[in-house]
């Protein structure tokens, strides 16, 4: 494939709406791709007076909001999170019928299974990091989960 006819066609990519093409010439294949940049744009309409005023003082609320989550935070500093390294279903017990795992105030160790997240119908338990005291459960069982969220607040010894 001839050098000049790559670079034509990449100028024609760039400056095209396309974002990847692929040419195949004499047994030749080239795959040209551009990485696109995605932005999102939200569009707020005019509110009237009276949804300033009640949007002023749902923003009054929402600083009173930040505030809480920030002595939240403080009062969090110094213990471990232990986090979904998945997304599923939180299950504080291996049965529907059996005993939990763990409870607040209990004593863990590294490698002390916490709990379980169901993914895809697949039971993966989630082990300690740290050795410590549980100080607070953060998610209800069999609640969903997201990647990275927090599961175990940790006391850590």
């Given at each position: 494939?001839?050098?000049?006819?790559?670079?034509?066609?990449?100028k024609?990519?760039?400056?095209?709406?396309?974002?990847?093409?692929?040419?195949?010439?004499?047994?030749?294949?080239?795959?040209?791709?551009?990485?696109?940049?995605?932005?999102?744009?939200?569009?707020?309409?005019?509110?009237t007076?009276?949804?300033?005023?009640?949007?002023?003082?749902?923003?009054?609320?929402?600083?009173?909001?930040?505030d809480?989550?920030?002595?939240?935070?403080?009062?969090?500093?110094?213990?471990?999170?232990?986090?979904?390294?998945?997304?599923?279903?939180?299950?504080?017990?291996?049965?529907?019928?059996?005993?939990?795992?763990?409870?607040?105030?209990?004593?863990?160790s590294?490698?002390s299974?916490?709990?379980?997240?169901?993914?895809m119908?697949?039971m993966?338990?989630?082990?300690?990091?740290?050795?410590?005291?549980?100080?607070?459960?953060?998610?209800?069982?069999?609640?969903?989960?997201?990647?990275n969220?927090?599961?175990?607040?940790?006391?850590?010894?």
């Amino acid at each position: 494939m001839d050098l000049n006819l790559i670079k034509r066609l990449i100028k024609l990519l760039e400056s095209s709406e396309v974002t990847d093409l692929e040419v195949e010439e004499e047994g030749v294949r080239i795959k040209i791709a551009k990485k696109v940049r995605v932005s999102q744009t939200v569009t707020i309409p005019a509110t009237t007076t009276q949804s300033v005023i009640n949007n002023s003082t749902a923003a009054d609320s929402a600083i009173k909001g930040d505030d809480k989550k920030i002595s939240e935070e403080n009062a969090n500093a110094g213990l471990h999170e232990i986090k979904s390294p998945i997304v599923g279903t939180f299950y504080r017990a291996p049965a529907p019928d059996a005993d939990a795992y763990v409870q607040i105030g209990d004593s863990i160790s590294v490698g002390s299974v916490l709990c379980i997240v169901e993914a895809m119908k697949l039971m993966n338990e989630i082990e300690s990091d740290v050795s410590g005291k549980i100080v607070k459960i953060l998610v209800d069982n069999g609640k969903p989960v997201e990647y990275n969220q927090p599961l175990f607040l940790i006391k850590t010894n």
